[in-house]
């Protein structure tokens, strides 16, 4: 066994064993978000960015970033968006960023006049930072991330080590997931989403990443096993990731993950070579029958609950009346507050205790496009059309990228059914600016256009 793959069974075992001592020993997840950050900019410093190790150290946070959350972790509930925010500054300090992501700098302009408007239209009672770095935090977060990223150029190899430090802490996170339910049927009463087979925590933000976990694993079976025990192992995480996602009762991810698949397989088939094509047609075929193969587990390990969450069913079996989980309703409210609203919109934060008052829900917003469009108004329309197109354009002039299709789909899909709530949606988008070299690069790595 050569030394690289060695190193990853030991680096997936240590993080295995980690998730058994943050389960054991609640004070470990503390003294791990410390380790975290100064490891993060001790090794970004030391290094002075000349590899991105900037983009190694945000996907790790990524990955661990709900982890923390569950377990108490996080001395701040915005950790890893605060630790982002720093290491991509950093990342600029040393190797600059590309002049022709201007467009990113201009979303950040126009989101001010909102946050200008919040302190004045938020009510007295309201802790006005809390409120609006909650919302503002992941947008900011996504265009310097952006502005790092756009057209940097970046090794495939190197790809595959950000690929790999998504895994890491999301093998500790699905351990974790395990011992906090060694027995799904027990705790599997009806069909809403389940916080006992979430970790204890929001299902919605658990399955979100879960679903990158599928991804990032298939990924890796594709293009980073160098031998079948290798292999072996990344299937089998596929299917755990894909598991456990699926048993949350949070459809959000579980759909995204299998869509980014789904794009991946299509993206390689269509850029493959004729004799290469039968090979994928072989893996598409196989991932339908291993998906058939989880949701029969699945479907037994929940007594049949899980179809019927699926189909949009309560456990009686009867229809429900919503098919969104109720986010239809606050998607209608912000809409309202939109049009009630068109120019600047209500601000940030605001549209949480407007819709307290006119409806009683006391719930944030589920979908970023409904919340900018109420809390920015006709900014963030301009603001959303920079998010989505801009990346397009990207796409048309560089091919190389095979994940930059799937990464953008995450993002709009997630951002849809998880709001930006963490670090994931932002730098996911991000990633599909990267220029991603897939032969020797003219220019070293780390260069930008």
């Given at each position: 066994m050569k030394k690289e793959d060695s190193s990853y069974i030991f680096l997936l075992l240590c993080h295995a064993l980690l998730g058994v001592l943050i389960f054991v020993l609640p004070s470990i997840p503390k003294l791990y978000t410390l380790l975290i950050f100064f490891f993060g900019f001790y090794y970004i410093?030391?290094?002075k960015n000349r590899n991105n190790q900037v983009l190694v150290i945000s996907a790790y946070i990524v990955g661990v970033e709900v982890l923390l959350r569950m377990t108490n972790g996080g001395t701040l509930n915005e950790f890893g968006k605060y630790s982002m925010l720093i290491f991509m500054?950093?990342?600029m300090v040393y190797s600059g960023f590309s002049k022709n992501g201007f467009l990113y700098w201009i979303f950040l302009l126009l989101l001010v006049p909102s946050i200008i408007l919040s302190t004045v239209s938020l009510n007295f009672d309201t802790d006005m930072r809390k409120a609006i770095a909650f919302?503002?935090?992941?947008?900011?977060?996504?265009a310097i991330s952006s502005i790092y990223c756009y057209?940097?150029?970046?090794?495939?190899d190197r790809l595959k080590e950000i690929m790999t430090s998504f895994a890491l802490p999301l093998v500790t996170m699905v351990i974790y997931l395990f011992l906090y339910t060694p027995s799904i049927r027990e705790v599997i009463r009806g069909t809403e989403s389940n916080f006992s087979t979430s970790g204890g925590f929001g299902?919605?933000?658990?399955?979100t990443v879960l679903g990158l976990g599928m991804f990032v694993f298939f990924f890796k079976v594709l293009f980073d096993s160098k031998n079948k025990l290798i292999r072996l192992i990344n299937i089998g995480f596929v299917f755990v990731f894909a598991f456990r996602g699926v048993i949350t009762f949070s459809r959000g991810g579980v759909i995204t993950a299998i869509v980014m698949i789904l794009i991946l397989t299509m993206v390689l088939y269509f850029q493959a070579k004729p004799n290469v094509k039968p090979k994928i047609g072989f893996i598409i075929l196989m991932l339908f029958l291993s998906g058939l193969g989880v949701w029969a587990y699945s479907s037994f390990e929940t007594k049949g609950m899980i179809n019927k969450r699926y189909a949009n069913e309560d456990a009686f079996g009867r229809e429900k009346k919503s098919r969104l989980g109720g986010r239809e309703v606050l998607m209608e409210t912000e809409i309202q507050m939109f049009l009630d609203n068109p120019i600047f919109g209500v601000g940030v934060g605001k549209n949480k205790e407007?819709?307290?008052?006119?409806?009683?829900i006391d719930l944030p917003t589920h979908s970023e496009i409904t919340r900018m469009l109420a809390e920015h108004g006709s900014i963030g329309i301009i603001d959303l059309l920079i998010l989505i197109f801009t990346p397009l354009f990207v796409f048309m002039k560089d091919r190389q990228n095979i994940l930059a299709y799937s990464f953008y789909i995450f993002w709009i899909l997630t951002i849809n059914h998880a709001a930006m709530r963490t670090t994931a949606p932002a730098f996911v988008y991000a990633l599909c600016l990267l220029s991603v070299q897939l032969k020797s690069p003219e220019k070293s790595e780390n260069s930008i256009s």
């Amino acid at each position: 066994m050569k030394k690289e793959d060695s190193s990853y069974i030991f680096l997936l075992l240590c993080h295995a064993l980690l998730g058994v001592l943050i389960f054991v020993l609640p004070s470990i997840p503390k003294l791990y978000t410390l380790l975290i950050f100064f490891f993060g900019f001790y090794y970004i410093v030391k290094t002075k960015n000349r590899n991105n190790q900037v983009l190694v150290i945000s996907a790790y946070i990524v990955g661990v970033e709900v982890l923390l959350r569950m377990t108490n972790g996080g001395t701040l509930n915005e950790f890893g968006k605060y630790s982002m925010l720093i290491f991509m500054f950093l990342g600029m300090v040393y190797s600059g960023f590309s002049k022709n992501g201007f467009l990113y700098w201009i979303f950040l302009l126009l989101l001010v006049p909102s946050i200008i408007l919040s302190t004045v239209s938020l009510n007295f009672d309201t802790d006005m930072r809390k409120a609006i770095a909650f919302n503002i935090l992941g947008p900011v977060c996504l265009a310097i991330s952006s502005i790092y990223c756009y057209q940097r150029k970046i090794s495939f190899d190197r790809l595959k080590e950000i690929m790999t430090s998504f895994a890491l802490p999301l093998v500790t996170m699905v351990i974790y997931l395990f011992l906090y339910t060694p027995s799904i049927r027990e705790v599997i009463r009806g069909t809403e989403s389940n916080f006992s087979t979430s970790g204890g925590f929001g299902p919605n933000q658990v399955s979100t990443v879960l679903g990158l976990g599928m991804f990032v694993f298939f990924f890796k079976v594709l293009f980073d096993s160098k031998n079948k025990l290798i292999r072996l192992i990344n299937i089998g995480f596929v299917f755990v990731f894909a598991f456990r996602g699926v048993i949350t009762f949070s459809r959000g991810g579980v759909i995204t993950a299998i869509v980014m698949i789904l794009i991946l397989t299509m993206v390689l088939y269509f850029q493959a070579k004729p004799n290469v094509k039968p090979k994928i047609g072989f893996i598409i075929l196989m991932l339908f029958l291993s998906g058939l193969g989880v949701w029969a587990y699945s479907s037994f390990e929940t007594k049949g609950m899980i179809n019927k969450r699926y189909a949009n069913e309560d456990a009686f079996g009867r229809e429900k009346k919503s098919r969104l989980g109720g986010r239809e309703v606050l998607m209608e409210t912000e809409i309202q507050m939109f049009l009630d609203n068109p120019i600047f919109g209500v601000g940030v934060g605001k549209n949480k205790e407007l819709r307290r008052e006119q409806t009683g829900i006391d719930l944030p917003t589920h979908s970023e496009i409904t919340r900018m469009l109420a809390e920015h108004g006709s900014i963030g329309i301009i603001d959303l059309l920079i998010l989505i197109f801009t990346p397009l354009f990207v796409f048309m002039k560089d091919r190389q990228n095979i994940l930059a299709y799937s990464f953008y789909i995450f993002w709009i899909l997630t951002i849809n059914h998880a709001a930006m709530r963490t670090t994931a949606p932002a730098f996911v988008y991000a990633l599909c600016l990267l220029s991603v070299q897939l032969k020797s690069p003219e220019k070293s790595e780390n260069s930008i256009s």
